[in-house]
């Protein structure tokens, strides 16, 4: 059976980027209401997505500089909305 693989839309930042491949990995989640990136805290999500920007890095931009922007992102997201009311 012949597989093609789906092209992901033209991203203009590395920041954009990393942003996809983490939602697309299921690493990250949006707030419904105010839109702020959540961590999900799924580690095997967090290793797809690094196996992600190793494997398949945007042009121009080395596998070594893809997983570094998908960590720093990574580590600069909580896993609460800052602007929920806590529960």
């Given at each position: 059976?012949?597989?093609?693989?789906?092209?992901?839309?033209a991203?203009?930042?590395?920041?954009g980027w990393?942003i996809s491949?983490?939602?697309?990995?299921g690493a990250?989640?949006e707030?419904e209401?105010h839109?702020?990136?959540?961590?999900?805290?799924d580690p095997?999500?967090?290793e797809?997505?690094?196996?992600?920007a190793?494997?398949?890095?945007?042009?121009?931009v080395?596998?070594?500089e893809?997983t570094?922007e998908?960590?720093?992102?990574?580590?600069?997201?909580?896993?609460?909305c800052?602007?929920?009311?806590?529960?």
């Open positions: 059976m012949l597989m093609t693989k789906e092209k992901r839309p991203i203009r930042t590395l920041r990393a491949i983490l939602q697309e990995a990250i989640r707030c209401e839109s702020w990136m959540q961590d999900r805290a095997h999500a967090r797809r997505a690094l196996e992600i190793r494997q398949d890095p945007p042009a121009g080395t596998p070594d893809a570094a998908v960590r720093e992102l990574l580590y600069s997201v909580g896993d609460t800052p602007e929920c009311p806590p529960s």
